[in-house]
Nanobody
Framework: QVQLVESGGGLVQPGGSLRLSCAAS????????MRWYRQAPGKEREWVAT???????FYADSVKGRFTISRLDAKNTVYLQMHSLKPEDTAVYYC???????????????WGQGTQVTVSS
């Protein structure tokens, strides 16, 4: 069974940094684009960043220049390095990806369970 598991969330002061990880596990044939989303209390889930299968990256304007998405295919892991964190970055961060399980005719979209990031003094 393929799944995505996030880690690395926590409490950080404004201006601080955190690195989130998202590990894909299970019988995986290939991994395509991977994304990070976030959802703040009382708000809709919003897209944060994307890294394509050939490592092109895209960012929401609100995080551009502060967040960096990367991937390490040898470990089936994608990262979100976050710098200069602001209180408005407080949210549950979700990993999302296009994965093709071994034996499947095509890929499917998967979500992780989320990890809480709180930016507060």
């Amino acid at each position: 069974q393929v799944q995505l598991v996030e880690s690395g969330g926590g409490l950080v002061q404004p201006g601080g940094s955190l690195r989130l990880s998202c590990a894909a596990s299970g019988s995986i044939f290939s991994i395509g684009a991977m994304r990070w989303y976030r959802q703040a209390p009382g708000k809709e889930r919003e897209w944060v960043a994307t890294i394509t299968g050939d490592s092109n990256t895209f960012y929401a304007d609100s995080v551009k220049g502060r967040f960096t998405i990367s991937r390490l295919d040898a470990k089936n892991t994608v990262y979100l390095q976050m710098h200069s964190l602001k209180p408005e970055d407080t949210a549950v961060y979700y990993c999302n990806g296009d994965l093709r399980p071994i034996g499947a005719p095509r890929g499917s979209n998967y979500w992780g369970q989320g990890t809480q990031v709180t930016v507060s003094s």
